[in-house]
């Protein structure tokens, strides 16, 4: 906090507030400070997190993953939904957003306070996209002057994408039309441009487009490529206001390569920059108010004013003059009273900031015909769910939930009706789930708030499905909230409406519901039959439990009805080995794949030692993928994964139906004695010379193998984790677009998979307080819970509350196993990698640009590689006609190869025809010439105009057909090369034109 209490210019009072905000890059540090109708200061997390401390109130907060709300005056913190890189921001009616560098919007539906009241359901991710990188293309027309080493020029006539998106905003006034009015804007300073897109509603998700008029345009953009366009706001003149910082370079230091860093002007431009006002010509702007003259009926009045900046700050100076009594009075007229919907907003919202809302102002203000006005005064009602006036309240809350249509509001109300400890406001809130719960986000919204009275909750949806027998009841976060409140009363009464039958008949949704509960009370434990005490309820369970039994084996029924059926077996004590063997008779060959995986999993969950045991027995007769489905679920618990590994012993099950990642599993499993077993039954040694493994392995790899033996060996050991076309699941990186495809490389990286691992791809270990164990990529995480995906794409989301303290772990590995050698002979590898290299992606297609077996010409005897017959692969690389040159080499998997006939053993001489400017020169590059390599530095030649050939190495080459690749070593600061030729003449023959001369002249 900063005050010049002497009017000398300078803040003579300097207090730190709040403290302990991630530091270092600025681009990544807390910025923002929006004003919220709620009265609340939001800042955006800046990407670099922090626990917060108050210095008034001594209390802190982590907003890791999260963005900050503040109270400065009164020292108050909080984490809410984030988190955002640059300018979080919000609109007129209080929808807020944030954005990163590639996103230029994404908005935050779900509000983390409320979300955090109920842990015992897991939301959806309360962050949804209104434009994307992807979606949405950037149309510069400077020079574009990035300096980001990793940056990514377009290709030629390609739009660009979004890399510094930042400060997006809502435009709020119509001075400049009302087609602009609620439009976004988004500055994208690298390119030199300000974007603008039409924001639309889809319930209570915005949508993006760009204007029809724009097309292919922005709606600024500058030549200038120092203009850099970092803030915009909606100026208080009604204008569009854009500070341009005007530099040379826009980027951190840290993300400049050391060596241009040396070379460039870091702080070029610092002594400039400017604001623009973006005005409608022949429309004057508005005069800027005055605040200081003005008195308290005066701000008053500006609350209607048409500019949101006038109406936000008229809002914060009410609250801070200190005239509440005269305040409150004029407020409280403007609410019930003006004719403008957004001054009856912002005189809500200051008498609440004030104190000085009473029940009747918002009860009023429920009955607004504007829905936006509505909304947050039924936000603000949650102010009086514990006073003695909240009956009025409460009324008006519960009776506006009868009759309110529009999306927004009724996700406020899904909110708020859970804050009041009321029987009339809970079975309100239950009958509007009911109505709307096939919303996802407004059933998050009110699923947040059913901790408080479930019961009440469950009725209001009980008679709201009685009276309209086309909603559906949202039992099972119900019941999963009930058991974590230990409610069975609750339980049982939903369990008792749930099998309830329409005409005689029980409906699939019931068999569904049913079999959740039934895996939420095994999670605790627990079993119906344990919840349900009433004797008619309980003849109904035993009813519902044997028309699951009839119809899972009737061959004639519904195959989906079936899968449904199958979750209600295996839990009825009287039944329990009449459903364990009719569950392990489905794991048939004739069983649909589908359905034995189920029955699997339903197996799996009952965690009965003799079933377990019983099935395990039967171990020969299951398929591959059977068998696979079975190890991963008895892997997860303790007592199942002894019972495999004493089918292990008694050689009941062979170890080589074991795979190699659920051998990982168990070699690293946290039961030491479980550990110690597997690698003593699986043979799995730590295998310290994999180099010499591989090298046993690479000569049957480079003869060549069968790709349709591959196909088979693919689908057995690598498609759970990996898709090559119709193949398998893309859990793991794609295997379809390798930047090298070589033998070596694919035999290099199978056999030691943990070599080199993408953070994204290591594996997580996960254990429940149950001790179920589970192992897969992170696939999402939120506040309260955390997915993880598997084998086969099977995804698996817990919630926190319910994993062991320590028991969430990254670990050093890789998700891809080593030890394939088990499963794969060097034949069999060399099938595989055959198969692999053949499902490569095509190269790309340019004009002029036709790959093809390079051989000697007549009467030359060198090899002349020309862009011309490349094949070209990558994110940018193009074949660019004009030139005949391959250009646009700024992505790391972009490389260029060639198919070479040597017609003679011996060395080569190699040449390379290329230019670079001066400013992106010294890249690294690797040229790989059959077995030969070729490591080197991109060397300038002034422009991008002058080319310059050279000789760069000799080889050893092999008599036949050999692959030659060139590409980058990592990203290539700005762009690689641009390439005419490369050309390999045998030692001691002359090069060719122009190669005939070796000297530094650079030719066009």
């Not at 897109?197 to 993006?208: A, F, K, L, N």
């Not at 706001?233 to 040396?262: C, F, N």
């Not at 590059?925 to 991109?938: F, P, S």
Request: hydrophobic letters at 40%.
């Amino acid at each position: 906090y900063l005050e010049d209490t002497d009017n000398d210019g300078r803040a003579d009072r300097k207090e730190s507030w709040f403290s302990g905000f991630g530091e270092g890059n600025q681009q990544h540090r807390v910025n923002g400070l929006r004003w919220g109708l709620d009265n609340w200061v939001y800042l955006a997390n800046g990407d670099s997190g922090g626990t917060i401390r108050s210095t008034k109130t001594d209390r802190s907060v982590n907003i890791n993953g999260r963005d900050l709300r503040i109270r400065p005056d009164a020292g108050l913190l909080e984490a809410v939904t984030g988190q955002t890189q640059h300018g979080r921001g919000r609109d007129d009616w209080g929808n807020w957003w944030g954005a990163n560098n590639s996103n230029p919007m994404f908005q935050f539906v779900l509000d983390d306070a409320y979300l955090r009241r109920n842990p015992h359901v897991a939301p959806p991710n309360p962050r949804v996209d209104v434009a994307t990188g992807g979606s949405s293309p950037i149309y510069p027309i400077s020079r574009v002057m990035s300096h980001y080493s990793g940056y990514q020029k377009p290709a030629p006539g390609q739009p660009g994408r979004f890399t510094s998106a930042c400060s997006t905003i809502v435009y709020r006034d119509r001075l400049l039309g009302e087609d602009l009015y609620g439009n976004m804007f988004v500055s994208e300073p690298v390119h030199n441009l300000v974007h603008r897109r039409v924001i639309e509603w889809d319930g209570v998700r915005m949508t993006s487009r760009k204007p029809a008029d724009e097309q292919g345009g922005e709606f600024l953009r500058s030549r200038d490529s120092w203009f850099r366009p970092t803030t915009i706001r909606t100026g208080p003149d009604g204008s569009l206001w854009v500070a341009d910082m005007y530099r040379l370079v826009i980027e951190h230091p840290q993300w400049i390569a050391d060596d241009l860093e040396k070379q460039l002007m870091l702080r070029a431009g610092h002594d400039k920059g400017r604001i623009y006002r973006v005005v409608l010509q022949g429309k004057p702007s508005r005069a800027i108010p005055d605040f200081e003259k003005m008195e308290t009926a005066q701000l008053v009045d500006t609350l209607a004013s048409p500019n949101g900046w006038t109406r936000d700050m008229a809002h914060r100076l009410l609250l801070w003059r200190g005239d509440r009594t005269t305040a409150a009075r004029l407020l409280a007229t403007a609410a019930a009273t003006s004719e403008n919907a957004l001054q009856r907003l912002h005189a809500l919202c200051v008498l609440d900031g004030l104190n000085a809302v009473a029940p009747a102002h918002v009860a009023s203000a429920m009955e607004d015909r504007h829905p936006g006005v509505r909304r947050h005064a039924v936000r603000i009602a949650e102010r009086f769910a514990a006073s003695k006036s909240r009956h009025t309240v409460i009324a008006a809350i519960v009776a506006l939930a009868k009759q309110e249509r529009e999306p927004q509001v009724i996700m406020q109300l899904a909110y708020s009706l859970g804050a009041f400890d009321d029987a009339s406001a809970g079975y309100a809130l239950g009958a509007l789930l009911a109505r709307h719960g096939g919303q996802r986000y407004i059933a998050a919204a009110g699923i947040s708030g059913i901790a408080r009275r479930t019961s009440d909750v469950a009725a209001g949806a009980r008679d709201a499905r009685t009276n309209d027998p086309s909603v559906a009841i949202p039992i099972e976060p119900l019941v999963r909230t009930a058991l974590g409140t230990k409610d069975p009363q609750t339980v049982e009464l939903l369990v008792a409406e749930l099998l309830t039958a329409k005409d005689g008949d029980l409906a699939a949704w019931q068999f569904e519901t049913l079999g959740g509960i039934e895996r939420a009370l095994r999670l605790r434990g627990d079993s119906l039959d344990q919840v349900v005490t009433g004797d008619a309820t309980r003849q109904r369970l035993a009813a519902m439990r044997v028309a699951a039994r009839r119809t899972l084996l009737d061959v004639d029924a519904p195959h989906a009805l079936r899968r449904i059926a199958l979750q209600l077996l295996g839990n009825d004590p009287e039944f329990r080995k009449t459903d364990a063997h009719a569950l392990v008779s489905l794991l048939s060959p004739q069983t649909p794949l589908d359905l034995q995986q189920a029955a699997v999993d339903a197996i799996v969950a009952l965690g009965d030692d003799a079933v377990v045991e019983a099935i395990l027995g039967e171990w020969r007769t299951f398929g591959p993928l059977t068998r696979d489905r079975l190890v991963g679920g008895l892997i997860r618990r303790v007592s199942t994964a002894r019972a495999l590994l004493t089918a292990l012993e008694a050689k009941t099950i062979d170890p080589v139906d074991i795979n190699a990642t659920y051998r990982q599993t168990l070699a690293n499993h946290r039961d030491d004695a479980i550990a110690a077993s597997s690698a003593k039954l699986l043979d799995i040694a730590v295998n310290v010379q994999r180099q010499k493994l591989i090298d046993q392995y690479l000569p049957a790899a480079k003869a060549g193998g069968d790709t349709k033996r591959g196909l088979q060996l693919f689908n057995k050991t690598c498609a759970q984790c990996h898709k090559i076309g119709s193949q398998g699941h893309p859990v793991g990186p794609s295997l379809a677009g390798l930047k090298d495809r070589s033998p070596q490389f694919l035999t290099t990286h199978i056999l030691d998979p943990d070599r080199a691992i993408e953070d994204k791809y290591r594996n997580y270990v996960l254990v429940t307080v149950d001790g179920r164990h589970f192992t897969g990529l992170l696939q999402n995480e939120t506040a309260t819970s955390v997915t993880l995906v598997s084998l086969n794409g099977a995804s698996h989301a817990i919630l926190k509350k319910d994993i062991e303290p320590e028991g969430f772990q990254r670990t050093k590995q890789s998700m891809m196993p080593a030890g394939l050698e088990k499963f794969l002979d060097p034949q069999g590898l060399a099938d595989l990698v055959a198969f692999v290299i053949q499902n490569q992606e095509p190269p790309k297609s340019f004009p002029g640009n036709q790959p093809r077996l390079i051989a000697v010409r007549e009467g030359s005897p060198a090899l002349r590689l020309s862009a011309t017959h490349a094949e070209i692969y990558g994110k940018t690389l193009v074949f660019e006609g004009r030139y005949r040159n391959l250009g646009y080499w700024q992505s790391a998997n972009d490389r260029a190869l060639w198919t070479v006939s040597v017609s003679a053993a011996g060395k080569y001489d190699v040449y390379l025809d290329w230019a670079v400017h001066a400013s992106t020169a010294d890249n690294p590059y690797r040229l790989q010439i059959g077995d030969a390599t070729i490591n080197g530095r991109v060397a300038s030649t002034g422009t991008w105009d002058d080319y310059r050939q050279a000789k760069i190495g000799t080889v050893q080459l092999k008599q036949g057909q050999q692959r030659v690749a060139l590409q980058g070593v990592g990203k290539p600061s700005n762009c690689l090369i641009d390439l005419r030729e490369i050309c390999l003449v045998p030692v001691g023959q002359p090069a060719p034109a122009p190669f005939d001369t070796d000297d530094a002249t650079p030719k066009r």
